[in-house]
C-alpha cells in the first residue's frame, strides 16, 4: 500500500488513543507494516526498537514463533464460545497454571479483555462482598496519589492523573487519595524504605477514621507506571497489607503493567512477600498479542458469592471472556518463562543494561535514575518546551521508539533484547539526550 495514501486515510478514519488529533497535521503517524522481535519495521525500509514494548504488552517479541504456533493451533481448534454455561480447554489450564503461580490464595480466575475492565471488576466485586457479609456501607475505595488504574468511569475514579480525568470529574464517584511512596519525594538523606513507612502512616491514619465506608485500597505494586515510572521501596506493600488486615479493607493488587516478570519476580507482590485479596493481570499477560485480563481472587471472596441466591452472585461479564485464542497465546507466555528460565535470564539481562546505562545515569542533565527488574526511567532538565515529542520524535530518527512522560524517559523492552540490542538502546538513547539539553 502507498505510504502517504495510507497514512491520509488512517487520519480520515481512524480516531487515535490518546491523541490530540489536529497535532497529527504538523507530525505523521508511523505506519508499521511487519514486526519481528524487537524491531517494528515501516513501510519505507525503516526500523525502529521497541523500547516501550508497544505501551508495555510485549514481552518476548513481536511474531513470536512459539506464540504465533499456539494461536495458530488454538483457531484450528476453536476460536471462541461463551463463558457463561460453557467451558474450554485454555481457560481451565490457564486457571490452574495461574493460581499456581500467583501468591498464595488467590484460587479464582475471572476473566475480561483489558486492564480496565480488570479494575472495575475488582472494585465492583470488593463493594459487592461487603454487601454480601453484611456491611453494604462499604463503598469507598482509597488509591495512591500519581496511581493509574484504567479510564473506564469506575477505573477513573481510582486514578489520579489530572490530564485524564479533569474532563469527567462530574461523572465519577469521589474516592480518597493518599500520599505515593515514590521515594523522589523522600527527604534529603532519607533511605526509600524509611519513606514508604512515613507514607504508610497517611493510609493508616485515613483507614483508621474511614475504614467503616471503605471497600479496597488499590495500589500498582512497586511501580507506578502512567504518571512516569514512579518506584518505591516493598515496605510499604508489607505494611499496607498489614493495615488492611487490620481494618477489614480488601488490599487490590493492580499487578496489569507490572506482573509477568516485569519487575524481576512473576508478579510485584512476592517482592514484598504478600498475598493480596484481588490480583489484576493484563498487558503482558498474553505476551502483547491479544486483549485479555483477569482478576484472581481469593477463597474468601469467593465463598462470599456463592449462594441459592442468583442475586449474591457476580453478575458481571464481558463477551469476550476467557477468549480462548487468547488464553492460548498466554499459554505459551507461561511456557516461555518455564523453558527459558526468564525470571533469571532477564536478571542479567537487567545488570548488563544497568552497566551500559552509567554514562546516562550520571549525565549532568539527569536525575532519578531508577531501574526495577526490566524498567528503566529517569528526568532529563531540559529548556526545549514539549520534551516528549522532541523526544518521540528524534528517537524516531535514531530508530528507536521511545514514548517519554512529560520530562520523564523510560525504557520498557520486550524480554527478548538481545546485548547488542541494548547496547544500541543505551548508546542512542544518550545521544537523545545529549540533543535536548
Ligand atoms: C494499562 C494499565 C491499566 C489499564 O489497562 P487497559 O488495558 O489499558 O485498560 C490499568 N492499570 C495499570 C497499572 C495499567 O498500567
Avoid at 520523564?408 to 538513547?429: C, D, G, H, K, N
Wanted: aromatic fraction near 10%; charged fraction near 20%.
Amino acid at each position: 500500500m502507498d505510504n502517504k495514501y495510507f497514512l491520509q486515510r488512517s487520519l480520515h478514519s481512524v480516531w487515535h488513543p490518546c491523541t490530540q488529533m489536529k497535532r497529527h497535521e504538523g507530525l505523521p503517524l508511523v505506519p508499521i507494516r511487519s514486526g519481528r522481535g524487537v524491531w517494528l519495521h515501516d513501510f519505507d525500509g525503516k526500523r525502529y526498537l521497541d523500547a516501550v514494548s508497544s505501551w508495555w504488552v510485549n514481552l518476548f517479541g513481536h511474531c513470536n514463533p512459539r506464540i504465533n504456533a499456539a494461536i495458530v493451533a488454538q483457531l484450528d481448534t476453536l476460536e471462541h464460545v461463551m463463558l457463561a454455561g460453557f467451558t474450554h480447554e485454555p481457560v481451565v489450564r490457564l486457571s490452574e497454571r495461574l493460581a499456581a503461580l500467583a501468591p498464595a490464595g488467590l484460587g479464582h480466575c475471572f476473566y475480561a479483555s483489558d486492564g480496565a475492565s480488570a479494575t472495575e471488576i475488582a472494585l465492583k466485586m470488593s463493594a459487592h462482598y461487603w454487601r454480601n457479609t453484611g456491611r453494604p456501607g462499604k463503598t469507598g475505595f482509597i488509591s495512591l496519589q500519581n496511581g493509574y488504574h484504567g479510564e473506564t468511569l469506575g477505573a477513573l475514579s481510582v486514578t489520579d492523573v489530572a490530564l485524564f480525568r479533569d474532563a469527567y470529574g462530574p461523572l465519577l464517584q469521589h474516592n480518597a487519595t493518599v500520599p505515593s511512596p515514590d521515594w523522589r519525594n523522600a527527604a534529603e538523606g532519607e533511605s526509600a524504605e524509611h519513606f514508604a513507612l512515613r507514607c504508610a502512616a497517611h493510609l493508616e491514619e485515613h483507614l483508621q477514621q474511614h475504614h467503616g465506608s471503605i471497600a479496597a485500597f488499590i495500589v500498582e505494586p512497586l511501580v507506578q507506571g502512567a504518571t512516569g515510572m514512579a518506584m518505591y521501596h516493598p515496605a510499604y506493600l508489607q505494611r499496607a497489607r498489614e493495615l488492611c488486615e487490620r481494618y477489614r479493607v480488601h488490599l487490590i493488587a493492580d499487578e496489569i503493567a507490572v506482573g509477568m516478570g516485569r519487575t524481576g519476580t512473576m508478579f510485584a507482590c512476592e517482592q514484598a512477600n504478600i498475598s493480596p485479596d484481588f490480583l489484576l493481570l493484563s498487558k503482558g499477560i498474553s505476551g502483547g498479542y491479544l486483549p485479555l485480563s483477569v482478576v484472581m481472587a481469593t477463597d474468601e471472596v469467593y465463598r462470599a458469592f456463592y449462594s441459592d441466591d442468583v442475586a449474591r452472585g457476580f453478575l458481571h461479564s464481558h463477551s469476550y471472556t476467557g477468549n480462548p485464542l487468547a488464553c492460548s497465546a498466554a499459554l505459551a507466555t507461561l511456557d516461555i518463562f518455564g523453558q527459558d528460565e526468564i525470571i533469571s535470564a532477564n536478571r542479567a539481562k537487567s545488570a548488563y543494561f544497568n552497566q551500559l546505562a552509567i554514562p546516562l545515569r550520571d549525565h549532568p542533565q539527569v536525575r532519578h535514575f531508577r531501574n526495577t527488574g526490566m524498567i528503566w526511567a529517569f528526568e532529563v532538565d531540559s529548556l526545549h518546551g514539549d520534551f516528549a515529542q522532541r523526544c518521540f520524535s528524534l528517537g524516531l530518527e535514531y530508530e528507536l521508539l521511545l514514548r517519554p512522560v512529560g520530562n520523564t524517559v523510560y525504557f520498557m523492552p520486550p524480554y527478548v533484547i538481545s546485548e547488542e540490542e541494548m547496547q544500541l538502546l543505551a548508546t542512542r538513547a544518550l545521544k537523545i539526550v545529549e540533543a535536548l539539553t
